[in-house]
C-alpha cells in the first residue's frame, strides 16, 4: 500500500506532518519525529519574541485551548538549531508584520528548509496571525516567492478562508494549509477570569475536526493549488475524511499530545490497514473521494 504523496513540488514518504506548533522548537524534539513525512516547525519571525505569560495552554474537554503570543528566538537562533537536522523533510513556518518581513525572513531560512509555510492564520496574534489585511496577502506572497527558489504554502484559518485562499493562490502560492485554531475562550467561573492569560486562545483538536474538513472541501472548489488539511486529527480515519475531502497531505498537532511521538508510525499502519479493507492500491487515490 503506497502511501507517498506530494504537496505541489514537495514529494514526502506519507502523507502525515508535525504541524507547526507542537514539540517543534528544538531540534532533539523534532527528530523524535523521523516517521513523519515531513515536520513543520514553530513559526519563527526576524527577531526574538517572549510570548504571553502562563497560563498559555489547558486542556478542555475536547481539545486544546492556547495563545502562546506566538514565542521564538528570532530567525538567526532559528538557523543554529535546525542545522543539520535529521527528519524526512523540513518545512518552515514564518510568520511577518508585512510582505518585507515575510520575504526577508523567508530568504534567510531557504538554505535550511524544503518548504516555506507562511502563517496568516493565528487567531490571537493581530496582525501577525489571523489579522494579516486579506487585501495584502497577495502582495506579501509574490514578495516570498520572488525571493525564493522553494515551495511556498500559505496556512490559513477558517475566518473568510474562502477570499484570503484566493489571494494567496493569486499571488503564487504552492498550496493552503487549513486550518488554524479556532479562536476561543475558557472562563474559570469560581474567580470569574478568564483562564488564558491572553484571555482569548484558539481551540485546537478533535472538537475543530468537521469545521477543517469543510473548509478544506470548500477550498478545493475555491482554488486550483493543492491544500494541506489540518485540524482535530488523531486517527487514520481522521487522515482519510480529510483526503476524501481534497487534502493532498495533511498536518496532526493535537494528536502528538493524545497519542504521543508513536502517532506518526501508528497512523502510517494504520492507513495502510485501512487501504488494503477498503481496496485502495495507493493513498493518492483517496484525494477528493468525497467530492466525486
Ligand atoms: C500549543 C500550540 C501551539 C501552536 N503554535 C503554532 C504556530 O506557531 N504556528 C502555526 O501556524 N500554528 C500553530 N499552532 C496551530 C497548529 O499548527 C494547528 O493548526 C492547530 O492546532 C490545529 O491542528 P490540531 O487540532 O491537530 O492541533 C499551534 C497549536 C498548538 C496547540
Request: hydrophobic share 40%.
Amino acid at each position: 500500500m503506497c502511501l507517498e504523496t506530494s504537496v505541489g513540488p514537495l514529494k514526502m514518504k506519507n502523507p502525515l506532518m508535525l504541524a507547526s506548533g507542537v514539540l517543534d522548537m528544538t531540534r532533539g524534539s523534532m527528530e523524535r519525529f523521523r516517521e513523519a513525512g515531513a515536520i513543520v516547525t514553530k513559526s519563527v519571525g526576524m527577531g526574538e519574541r517572549k510570548g504571553y505569560g502562563n497560563p498559555s495552554v489547558v486542556e478542555l474537554e475536547h481539545g486544546l485551548l492556547n495563545a502562546m503570543g506566538l514565542p521564538n528566538p528570532g530567525v538567526d537562533e532559528y538557523l543554529k538549531e535546525i542545522e543539520g537536522i535529521d527528519v524526512q523533510k523540513i518545512v518552515g513556518s514564518i510568520f511577518g508584520k508585512d510582505e518585507h518581513e515575510f520575504a526577508r525572513v523567508a530568504k534567510k531560512i531557504e538554505v535550511a528548509v524544503d518548504a516555506i509555510e507562511m502563517n496568516m492564520s493565528c487567531p490571537h496574534a493581530g496582525s501577525y496571525g489571523a489579522g494579516f489585511p486579506t487585501d495584502k496577502i497577495s502582495d506579501a506572497v509574490s514578495a516570498v516567492k520572488e525571493s525564493v527558489n522553494i515551495p511556498v504554502f500559505v496556512k490559513l484559518g477558517m475566518e473568510n478562508i474562502g477570499r484570503r485562499a484566493r489571494a494567496a493562490e493569486e499571488g503564487g502560492a504552492d498550496a493552503i494549509v487549513a486550518i488554524n485554531t479556532v479562536r476561543a475562550m475558557s472562563i474559570d467561573i469560581e474567580t470569574a477570569v478568564p483562564i488564558l492569560s491572553n484571555k482569548v486562545g484558539g481551540y485546537s483538536g478533535p472538537a475543530i475536526k468537521p469545521i477543517g474538513v469543510r473548509c478544506v472541501y470548500e477550498l478545493s472548489e475555491e482554488v486550483d493549488i493543492p491544500i494541506i488539511g489540518v485540524g482535530g486529527i488523531t486517527t487514520a480515519e481522521d487522515v482519510i475524511e480529510y483526503m476524501m475531502a481534497g487534502a493532498s497531505a495533511v498536518q496532526i498537532g493535537t494528536g502528538v499530545y493524545y497519542r504521543g511521538e508513536k502517532i506518526f508510525e501508528e497512523i502510517s499502519k494504520e492507513l495502510r490497514e485501512w487501504l488494503e479493507a477498503h481496496e485502495y492500491g495507493r493513498i493518492k487515490d483517496v484525494i477528493g473521494a468525497a467530492r466525486a
